[in-house]
């Protein structure tokens, strides 16, 4: 059964640092995806970066970015530049197998600190 | 833009009640999910669907029940809701596709206190 493994429950970074967001995984897939969202203490889940196991490239959104070390099987989301709205919960994802629902990780808090 | 609306947001009700939360989507999904998910903590997922007339209990055991009558539309009942079942609920859909980009698009949540 697919795994995500988030070892860092939380994590603080000055303000306009840049910060490394671990993540694991654990898949029988040979063809998968990776997500990352962003959730606010509003509640709301934010999908923030996407990862296909064929991309040749990290992917980059933005201030985000994947670091992605497909034999190490893991998907480590940078921030780059932290703001103070960035302090927030960070969930990584990877679907059950096929078509199944998104498996989330057991999140890390991140907070910004001025 | 994410198109996925839950109601209500918030929602404090006593021992023995019987609520429904709603979930829409207007984005044609055929996949539906419910989460529940405790203040900081993880996300279960209790309930999904791959269409209409398609449901399947999630990872974690709920005294819940769900409907999908309509690709738009897939509630979650509680018949006789219990202090246990105070947490937050949050509604999902996603595109059915092979491979590739299927990222899920989230509802605001409902956050339910039993008292």
């Not at chain 1, 795994?3 to 967001?21: R, S």
């Not at chain 2, 897939?74 to 595109?95: I, M, N, V």
């Amino acid at each position: 059964a697919q795994k995500i493994t988030q070892t860092q429950p939380g994590m603080f970074v000055q303000e306009k640092e840049a910060v490394t967001l671990d993540c694991t995984y654990d898949t029988s897939d040979q063809s998968y995806g990776l997500f990352w969202y962003k959730q606010p203490s509003s509640g709301e889940m934010i999908f923030l970066i996407y990862q296909g196991s064929y991309d040749e490239q990290n992917a980059t959104e933005g201030r985000y970015s994947l670091n992605f070390q497909k034999a190490r099987k893991s998907a480590n989301l940078v921030i780059s530049a932290s703001q103070l709205g960035d302090s927030a919960m960070y969930f990584c994802a990877i679907p059950a197998s096929g078509n199944t629902p998104l498996v989330f990780g057991k999140g890390t808090r991140l907070s910004v600190i001025a | 833009e994410a198109d996925i609306y839950q109601t209500p947001r918030y929602l404090v009700i006593g021992t023995g009640k019987k609520i429904t939360l709603e979930c829409s989507q207007t984005m044609g999904h055929d996949k539906m999910y419910w989460y529940q998910q405790d203040p900081g903590m993880e996300l279960h997922l209790i309930h999904y669907s791959y269409g209409v007339n398609s449901t399947e209990k999630g990872d974690l055991s709920s005294e819940s029940t769900v409907s999908r009558i309509r690709t738009e539309h897939f509630p979650l009942t509680l018949e006789s809701a219990r202090p246990s079942h105070t947490s937050q609920y949050l509604c999902a859909s996603s595109e059915l596709s092979i491979g590739g980009k299927r990222e899920a698009f989230f509802g605001q949540g409902t956050r339910l206190t039993v008292v």
